[in-house]
């Protein structure tokens, strides 16, 4: 076996670039095999999807703060690669781009083994717990432009670590959230995948980082994805695209519709996603896509915002609020259930 191994060749480009899909394949295999399948990989539709959108040039710094299997990375590198018609442009991509942390070993080992075979030579990947750092000492050469990541689903974190933020919250994503929005510099933009119940939850910690985002960033697109969409996951997920700098006005909800049943025989695949990036480009309205002027009530449940029927039922109230301000609050109308947050 040790000899057969020893015969293989990946001194070439094109050699490495074949053994770089082979390992993918590995990697979506173990994704797809247990529950923690997005700890591993997140489809490469989406984040091609999700890269395009965003646009990075080369010269930008792009992070991922749980970088796992370092696919945001690699397939950033890939999008940008056919750009750098100059030598500079390539020691850029090879050395002043791409920066990654990861807690787990296993994940950390097959980041920076991805990322070599896709061709960044000496990975910035650091093996660390993002969030054991305080958010508070981060400064200006610490942020980046670009942001893509798909933080854990589900994780707890300890009494000790939330103590490095200002909302305190034992759900791991709402602590990368907060680490995300800190880390981004000004003008910067990023695409998160979360939990669709980050739209939703009425806890305090929920609403807080809600308005946090909604106020220190311009989120002007949420992709809703369909169930499926990452295999042993189990869970429904949104994209949430944002830019640093200036508070939310307007969203673009664009719900996913691939119109069949995600599963392991029906992956998630680039033409899936082609009416999404298209439609982008000029927040246009469909079947699938509307838009919501948030800035009458920046403390609105951004889930109402996902079905049109909600949507509506959250408009009405707010008119009502309008014309009703000397009205006490128990002869006003009530919104609706899912678009109340703790304490009103």
């Not at 090879?94 to 061709?119: C, D, P, W």
């Not at 432009?145 to 589900?154: K, Q």
């Not at 959230?177 to 000004?186: G, P, R, Y």
Request: proline share 4%; net charge positive; aromatic share 8%.
């Amino acid at each position: 076996m040790i000899d057969r191994v020893d015969e293989l060749r990946f001194g070439s480009q094109s050699e490495k670039h074949e053994l770089s899909h082979l390992y993918e394949a590995k990697i979506k295999n173990m994704g797809n095999a247990g529950r923690n399948g997005g700890e591993y990989y997140t489809p490469r539709p989406l984040i091609r999807a999700m890269i395009k959108v965003l646009d990075p040039k080369i010269g930008e710094r792009i992070y991922d703060g749980a970088c796992g299997s370092a696919g945001f990375l690699c397939e950033a590198f890939d999008y940008l690669l056919p750009k750098a018609t100059k030598a500079d442009d390539l020691k850029t991509l090879q050395t002043r781009t791409f920066f990654g942390k990861e807690k787990k070993s296993l994940a950390y080992v097959i980041a920076i083994m991805n990322m070599i075979l896709h061709g960044i030579e000496a990975p910035n990947i650091v093996h660390a717990n993002t969030l054991a750092d305080n958010i508070s000492d981060i400064q200006e050469r610490d942020r980046y432009d670009v942001i893509l990541a798909n933080p854990p689903f589900g994780g707890k974190e300890r009494k000790e670590v939330q103590q490095n933020f200002p909302i305190k919250t034992g759900e791991t994503a709402f602590l990368f959230m907060q680490h995300f929005i800190k880390t981004l510099k000004a003008g910067g933009r990023a695409a998160i995948v979360i939990k669709n119940t980050f739209l939703s939850n009425t806890d305090n910690a929920s609403t807080s980082i809600r308005k946090l985002l909604l106020e220190s960033c311009n989120l002007h697109t949420v992709l809703d994805m369909p169930g499926g969409t990452f295999q042993g996951a189990g869970v429904k997920t949104v994209v949430l695209f944002f830019e640093k700098g200036a508070p939310t006005r307007k969203v673009w909800f664009y719900k996913m519709d691939p119109g069949r049943n995600m599963g392991k025989t029906n992956p998630l695949n680039d033409d899936d996603l082609v009416d999404f990036v298209e439609r982008r480009k000029t927040f246009g309205d469909s079947a699938q896509s509307w838009s919501v002027d948030v800035t009458s009530d920046r403390h609105c449940h951004l889930a109402t915002c996902r079905s049109r029927t909600r949507l509506a039922a959250m408009k009405s109230c707010i008119a009502h609020r309008r014309t009703s301000s000397t009205r006490s609050r128990r002869s006003m109308p009530k919104a609706p259930k899912c678009w109340r947050r703790s304490g009103s």
